[in-house]
C-alpha cells in the first residue's frame, strides 16, 4: 500500500483519536489541560514504543508511517518534537542542540501564537 495512504489513513485515526480523548476528558478548574497533556503524553509513550520496534526491525517502513507519522501525528505533534530531540540527543556532543532546538520551538512557538492570535482576532474594518 502507498505510503502516503497510510499515513492519511492513520493520521484520521489519530485524530479521531484526539477528538474522542477531548470530549471524553473533564475540564479541570485549574484550566489545566488535562486533554491535551494526556494525549501528548500518551502519543509520546507509543512513538517511543513504535521507534523502537523500527530500530530492532519488527515493524516495517509501511507500518511505522502508519503508526508514527499517521496516528501519533494525528493524536499528537508533541510526541515527535520531543522524539526530535531524543534522537539529537544520541549523540553526547550535540547535547546543547537538542536542548536549544526544544527552548527555542517553545519560545518561538509560543512567540508564533501570539502573533497568530493578535492577526486572527484583529478586527478589519
Do not use: W
Not at 9 to 27: K, N, W
Not at 52 to 76: D, E, H, P, Y
Not at 85 to 102: D, W
Request: hydrophobic share 55%.
Amino acid at each position: 500500500m502507498n505510503i502516503m495512504i497510510l499515513v492519511f489513513i492513520g493520521g484520521a485515526i489519530g485524530a479521531i483519536c484526539r477528538e474522542l480523548l477531548m470530549i471524553s476528558v473533564p475540564t479541570m478548574n485549574d484550566h489545566f489541560p488535562l486533554d491535551i497533556f494526556i494525549a501528548n503524553i500518551v502519543a509520546s509513550l507509543l512513538l517511543g514504543i513504535v521507534a523502537g520496534l523500527l530500530m530492532r526491525n519488527k515493524i516495517s517502513q509501511g507500518m511505522n508511517a502508519f503508526l508514527a507519522t499517521g496516528i501519533m501525528g494525528g493524536l499528537s505533534t508533541f510526541s515527535s518534537f520531543v522524539y526530535g530531540a531524543v534522537e539529537i540527543m544520541k549523540y553526547p556532543q550535540f547535547f546543547l542542540v537538542a536542548i536549544s532546538y526544544l527552548v527555542l520551538s517553545i519560545v518561538i512557538g509560543f512567540v508564533a501564537i501570539y502573533i497568530g492570535y493578535s492577526v486572527g482576532n484583529k478586527q478589519y474594518s
